[in-house]
DNA sequence: AACAGAAGTAGACGAAATCTAATTTTCGAC
DNA sequence: GTCGAAAATTAGATTTCGTCTACTTCTGTT
């Protein structure tokens, strides 16, 4: 807390009051907050920031890599007819989600955790397509 | 697609045209939709269907097992100040998401995979906390 | 046909994310 | 210091999404 000021231009960031307030309460959280939770609890303190302010901000830390973005939000839902257990990848590009048959990749330690009963778990892989968009044996085009 | 009435009925579900409709895209698709895409899409065909229609049998497809729900939409995001690689467990009681160091969980093949180039993935873990709630020695109480 | 319970509807509501246009601040050149 | 350009911030409108409620319609049983 010394200088967070200074730890953010070091990391080519023009600080600011405001993004100073973002920063000391975002990089210090356990709580994995969304945008909004962080517009709040900044508020409590800097009850002038607006929304716009902090989500730019998030934004800007999170290309910088002060931040890490996660997209496993409770309440943010898709569906997928595939009801076996299966792993994820999500083309950065495009957005796309293909589902990765659960053999493909494997997973070690599970049940090693002390703390945590895991009912049920995937990996989430990102990045982009190696090659053939036009192959036929593609995971993900399963439509008859 | 001859017959998705009875086997809504298989699975427990009174059929209907509106289930019936959604059944049909949900069902087949490979595009991980949000809930607010699929009343789109089936608007398309029935244009008279409504919101509240489909994602309360959105709800019930997964509840009787025909659909899985899946926490990872690009769209809904939130942040975590951990920028090293690791995973993450979600308390399904409360929602809270903890970070899980990375060797805690051994993860293979993920470079044998010939279609994707992989840039980034982590396990997303689901269940409960198994004891002790005051421990300190907490893997997301990693404040200074 | 009548009834009860299940299913569907419209529309209101609130939360969350984005966008825009206007204002303020900051920084470098002078 | 001060001037101008670029960057940062702002309020508020707008949109999207999910939930909820009260009402209507449908379905199956008797």
Same mark, same amino acid.
């Given at each position: 807390?010394?200088?967070?000021?200074?730890?953010?231009? #070091?990391?080519?960031?023009? +600080?600011?009051?405001? !993004?100073?307030?973002?920063?000391?309460?975002?990089?210090?959280? =356990?709580?994995?907050?969304? =945008?909004?939770?962080?517009?709040?609890?900044? !508020?409590?303190?800097? +009850?002038?920031?607006?929304?716009?302010?902090?989500?730019?901000?998030?934004?800007?830390?999170? #290309?910088?890599?002060?931040?890490?973005?996660?997209?496993? =939000?409770?309440?943010?839902?898709?569906?997928?007819?595939?009801?076996?257990?299966?792993?994820?990848?999500?083309?950065?590009?495009?957005?796309?989600?293909? $589902?990765? +048959?659960? $053999?493909?990749?494997?997973?070690?330690?599970?049940?090693?955790? #002390?703390?945590?009963?895991?009912? $049920?778990?995937?990996?989430?892989?990102?990045?982009?397509?190696?090659?053939?968009?036009?192959? +036929?044996?593609?995971?993900?085009?399963?439509?008859?």
């Amino acid at each position: 807390m010394l200088d967070t000021s200074s730890s953010l231009r #070091e990391r080519g960031i023009q +600080p600011s009051a405001q !993004r100073v307030a973002v920063a000391e309460y975002v990089l210090t959280t =356990a709580d994995h907050p969304s =945008a909004d939770i962080v517009w709040k609890r900044v !508020r409590e303190r800097f +009850p002038w920031i607006s929304r716009a302010t902090v989500y730019n901000t998030l934004k800007l830390f999170v #290309e910088k890599g002060l931040l890490n973005r996660l997209t496993i =939000a409770e309440d943010c839902v898709v569906f997928d007819p595939v009801v076996e257990m299966h792993h994820h990848f999500i083309d950065e590009a495009t957005g796309a989600i293909h $589902d990765v +048959p659960w $053999d493909r990749v494997k997973v070690d330690n599970i049940d090693s955790l #002390e703390q945590y009963e895991v009912s $049920d778990y995937q990996v989430v892989m990102r990045g982009r397509l190696k090659t053939d968009p036009i192959d +036929p044996n593609e995971t993900t085009s399963q439509k008859p």
